[in-house]
């Protein structure tokens, strides 16, 4: 039986959910990406809502034409080519397609770009110098602003992190990352200290609070990525002028820090959660910067 697109959609949607697991962000993101095609089919190829059969290369390759004549960049292009590419894998492994549309589809080649971080000494006024306020709301902030630095994790392992994750015996907290994956990661007494204490406080100050997860907003409910993201970028701003001020800048922060003072590459990937060691290797590039800068200032001969 022929697929329409739409169904074909929440079909790959709930596998992505069910089976795959993968994080909301990463679901909102195929989503849009899925349906910003869909629109494209509706609006420039003129098909209402076509079957899978139907959808034929030339229009996903008219479709990323119109991206980059809309400025769209090689790599959100290639966050869509991939959207697509496993969109279409997954239909024509449950059969519902006899060939891919993507076969024919060249991923335009995207440049090396450097992750963003937060200078150190800037990240030390943050945390060290800036005056939080003495209310809950300015507890959690720097809370959340001191698990992201201290431990590299993702957005979505903070708002997922639980009570019961943390261990204060050990100082350690037990990340569960992508594909369930769990990490132990080593925490400074001083940050378990403040987790003790925000544990404590939120049982006085808060009404009713979830008591599974361990950061909560205002309100005592565990928190959205949008709220995070707000409270990255709002104090990110006061100490650094670098286009980015989100919470994975701060987990490259983490990461770029740990490098420059001589940490093991191997060590970085598994703090990190990474499944490669690939994907960490990005970091010492900006080592190797820190290194050419330093060469730069002090050697007479430079």
């Not at 139907?54 to 004549?69: C, D, G, H, Q």
């Not at 949008?226 to 286009?243: A, F, H, M, Q």
């Not at 490669?276 to 080592?287: E, K, M, R």
């Amino acid at each position: 039986m022929a697929t329409s697109s739409f169904d074909a959609l929440d079909a790959f949607i709930k596998y992505l959910q069910g089976e795959k697991r993968y994080p909301d962000n990463t679901i909102i993101a195929y989503r849009f990406d899925l349906e910003e095609f869909a629109k494209h089919l509706r609006e420039k190829e003129e098909l209402g809502n076509p079957q899978l059969s139907e959808i034929a290369t030339y229009m996903v390759r008219n479709w990323l034409a119109s991206l980059k004549e809309r400025g769209k960049s090689a790599r959100s292009i290639n966050r869509k080519i991939s959207s697509l590419k496993s969109f279409f894998k997954y239909h024509l492994r449950i059969g519902s397609i006899a060939k891919t549309p993507m076969s024919g589809v060249i991923s335009p080649k995207v440049g090396k770009r450097l992750p963003q971080f937060v200078a150190q000494p800037d990240m030390l006024v943050l945390l060290a110098e800036t005056e939080f306020p003495a209310t809950f709301k300015g507890q959690t902030d720097k809370l959340i602003l001191s698990i992201f630095y201290q431990t590299g994790m993702r957005l979505s392992e903070l708002i997922n992190l639980q009570e019961s994750q943390v261990n204060e015996a050990s100082n350690t907290l037990k990340v569960l990352g992508k594909g369930n994956k769990e990490r132990i990661i080593p925490v400074h007494v001083t940050l378990m200290e403040a987790i003790r204490q925000y544990k404590d406080q939120k049982r006085v100050v808060l009404e009713r609070p979830d008591t599974g997860v361990l950061l909560v907003n205002k309100k005592g409910q565990p928190f959205k990525p949008t709220e995070v993201y707000r409270i990255v970028n709002g104090w990110l701003k006061k100490v650094t002028t670098i286009d980015q001020k989100s919470p994975h800048i701060l987990r490259h922060t983490f990461a770029t820090h740990l490098m420059n003072n001589g940490a093991d590459l191997n060590a970085v990937k598994e703090l990190l959660g990474h499944a490669s060691l690939a994907a960490t290797q990005v970091y010492t590039h900006n080592t190797i910067e820190k290194l050419k800068d330093i060469y730069k200032k002090a050697h007479p001969k430079a």
